[in-house]
């Protein structure tokens, strides 16, 4: 299928929350970014559900050595050039990450946010 702009002004707002959201180590907002069985896997880190990537995230944050403040700009911005849909509302955004999403009403929700991590 054609990427198409049917579903980008979502997946931007998306964007633009989780980086808000970030930098203001709100667990609860980024937790809420994912569907309810939704799966984040960071390195060799996996959790799977809304409730486990909440605790987890609400663990990483507490004891975080990231100087990250609310007006401040995540280092690391989140660039996405376009998506795929794939059916049923589901769509893989593409950019500086690849993350397939679905579209519930206005919002893009994460089904799984997949990245790396640097380790020592």
Request: no cysteine; hydrophobic share 40%.
């Amino acid at each position: 299928m054609p990427t198409t702009e049917k579903h980008f002004a979502e997946i931007q707002e998306f964007n633009k929350e989780h980086v808000i959201f970030w930098n203001e180590k709100n667990y609860d907002a980024l937790a809420e970014a994912f569907i309810v069985d939704g799966v984040r896997v960071i390195g060799k880190k996996i959790n799977v559900g809304r409730e486990e990537i909440r605790a987890y995230l609400d663990r990483m944050m507490s004891a975080s050595k990231l100087t990250a403040k609310p007006n401040d700009e995540l280092l690391l911005p989140v660039n996405i050039l376009g998506y795929r849909e794939l059916g049923n509302d589901i769509v893989i955004a593409y950019g500086q990450w690849g993350n397939p999403f679905k579209i519930e009403g206005d919002q893009a929700k994460l089904l799984m946010e997949i990245a790396g991590a640097f380790e020592n």
